[in-house]
């Protein structure tokens, strides 16, 4: 009877890793985005909706710790991961923005190589969470720092292509690189606070697995 009585927590978990799946899936429309130019317009549509969908459950996950007094983890771990999964689909829907407005012709081999490379990145941090909430050791330390150097090195690569400029220096080809300067330097926010993301599940991993 008294246990009935007890206040029961939220599904944090099953809500983070939703919330994960929406990262993921944002993340796989970044890279069809850089992919296919036929249906750029369609793909920016869809990651616009999948970012209302993550604000709302955003504000459910923080609502939800307002009103629980029993956490499967410590309530900063799951306000952490929160946050740091907001804010990479947040860059991602940023970065979708840019290319939409651009209208690139064509699009550059660094950069599709990076969005695939962010795709394999998010698919560490669904496996880090699968582990955390079932408490398995699930630490992906190595792997993350080899996408990582993977992602430093198509960035180098990029921004040397794009700063290479084999023609005249006319005012449109000088807006192509400031343009393409821009979706690099994004893209570069992008992998680090995927970075970020991975470290607060790593820490979290550390205090209860």
Same mark, same amino acid.
């Given at each position: ?7 029961? !927590? ?10 994960? !799946? ?14 296919? *130019? ?27 710790l307002s009103q629980t007094f029993i956490t499967p ?18 860059? $991602? ?20 190589? $990076? ?23 699930? *630490? ?13 090195? $198509? ?25 393409? !300067? ?13 970075? *970020?993301l991975a470290e607060t599940i790593e820490e979290a ?5």
């Amino acid at each position: 009877m008294f246990a009935a009585l007890l206040p029961k !927590s939220a599904p944090f978990f099953e809500m983070l890793e939703e919330q994960n !799946s929406l990262l993921r899936r944002m993340a796989e429309l970044l890279a069809e985005m850089l992919e296919e *130019h036929g249906r750029k317009d369609d793909v920016h549509k869809e990651i616009a909706i999948i970012e209302d969908r993550a604000d709302y459950l955003h504000s459910r996950i923080i609502r939800a710790l307002s009103q629980t007094f029993i956490t499967p983890i410590d309530r900063e771990d799951i306000l952490r991961i929160n946050q740091e999964q907001e804010e990479a689909m947040d860059c $991602l829907q940023t970065l979708s923005t840019r290319l939409h407005i651009f209208e690139f012709s064509r699009t550059r081999f660094p950069a599709r190589q $990076l969005a695939r490379t962010v795709v394999n990145m998010v698919d560490l941090t669904t496996l880090m969470l699968q582990g955390l909430a079932c408490r398995k050791d699930c *630490h992906k330390t190595r792997a993350f720092r080899t996408l990582r150097g993977e992602c430093d090195m $198509l960035l180098a690569v990029g921004l040397a292509e794009v700063m290479d400029v084999q023609q005249e220096i006319t005012p449109d080809v000088l807006m192509l690189v400031i343009k393409w !300067s821009q979706i690099y330097e994004r893209m570069g926010g992008l992998v680090d606070q995927i970075v *970020h993301l991975a470290e607060t599940i790593e820490e979290a991993v550390l205090k209860n697995v």
